[in-house]
C-alpha cells in the first residue's frame, strides 16, 4: 500500500477540494466514443455477420458496458477519488453480482436444454417459423390485430 | 485541489468516519447499491428468460424508428440520441457539483437547470417509443413481433422491455423532482446559509445512477 491516501475529497472546515473540469469532459468523450463504437458495430457490423456469431459482439459489448460504468462510477460519482475504505464498502458487496449473473443465465440455458430434450412439442412449436410478417410499423398493426 | 491524508490515520479508531465522508453522502451511497441489486434482479431475470428461449426478436427490426421520419428504417439511432441526451445531462451534474465545490451559487443554478432540460428531454424521448410501440401493437401481454429467425415470439419480450425501461424511467422522473428542488433551494440561496452544497452532491449521485442503469439496460435491451 502506498504511504499516503490522496483524496480530493475535503469537506472538513476551509479546505475547498474542485473538480478537474478537464478530467469531467475528458470522461465525456471517452463516454461518448465508447456508446459510438457500440452502434456502429451494433448497426452495420453485428447485422452482416451469421445470428450464431451473436455470442461474440455480445462479449463485446459487455466489455464496452463494463468500461462506460467504470468511467460513471470513478469520475461522475468520485468514488475513485474516495479513500480506499469506501470503495470497498462499495466494490465488495458489487461482486456478488458475479455469483448472480453467472448462476442466473446458467439456470435460463439449462432450463431450455431440459424443454428442448422432454418437450418436443414446445421444441418444435418454438422453432417453426409462422407466417405472418413482423409488424414493424403502424402499417402492419391492423393486419397483426386481425391475426391476434 | 487533492489534500493528502497521513498513512497512519487511524480510520477505525472511532470519533470520525472510516469512510471519510459524511453521513448523507455514505447512506446516498449504501441506498444507490440496494437500488442497484433492483435493477440487477430485473434485468437478470430477463436474461434467464432470455437464455431460457429458443430465438428472441432482433433489437434491430423492432426498435428502428424515428420521430417524423416516416417509414425510414432508422435502426437503433433514436436511441441513441436518448443515450446521448443522459450522458449530456450527467455531465452537466457533475459540472454543478464542481460550481458547488467552489460555493458559485450561479454556475449551481446554471448546470441544474440544463441537468433538468437534459432528463426532461428524456422523459419526452422515452414517452414517444412507449407511444409508438403502443401504436404498433406492442404493450403488457400483447407482442406483435416475431422472433429474428420469424418464429412466433412469447410475450416475454414486451413485458420485460416495458417493465424494465418503465423502472428506470420512474427513476429518471424521480431525479428530475429531486433535481428540481435542488434547483430551487440553490436558486434561493439555502446552500449559501448552510454553508456548503453536500446536498448538490447527493443528488448528483442518484443523477449519476440513472445515467448508470441506463447504460446496462440500454446493452441488455437494444444491443444483445
New interface residues.
Partial sequence: ???????????HGE?????D?KA??R??WI??GI??I??VI??FIA?RFP?DMKIW??IL??I??AA??FY??A????LR???K??IM??AV??M??LW??GA??W???S??NL??TYDPAY?E??????K?Q????????QK??EL? | MAHVVPANQKWWAGGRSPFNVEYGKLMMWYFLMSDAFTFGAFLISYGTIRFSSNAWPDPNKVFSSFPFMGHANLPLVFVSLMTFILIMSSVTMVLAVASGHNNDRKGVVKWMFWTIIGGLAFLGCQAWEWTHLYHQNAWWGRNPFTNYDGTMASTNFTNFFFTITGFHGFHVFSGVVINVIMFIMAWRGDFDRKGHYLMIEKAGLYWHFVDLVWVFVFTCFYLF
Avoid at chain 1, 502506498?2 to 475529497?9: A, K
Fill in positions: 500500500m502506498e504511504n499516503v491516501e490522496v483524496t480530493t475529497n475535503a469537506h479546505e475547498k477540494g474542485s473538480f473540469t469531467i469532459w470522461t465525456f463516454l461518448l456508446t459510438c457500440e452502434l451494433g448497426m447485422p445470428h459482439f455480445n459489448y459487455i464496452f458496458t462506460k460504468a460513471i462510477i469520475e461522475f460519482m468520485h477519488h474516495e479513500i475504505n469506501m464498502t462499495i458487496p458489487a456478488l453480482f448472480f449473473i442466473f443465465l439456470e435460463g440455458a432450463f431450455k424443454k428442448n421444441k412449436r418454438s422453432t417453426t417459423p409462422v405472418q413482423p409488424a414493424h410499423d403502424e402499417h402492419d398493426t397483426s390485430r391476434h
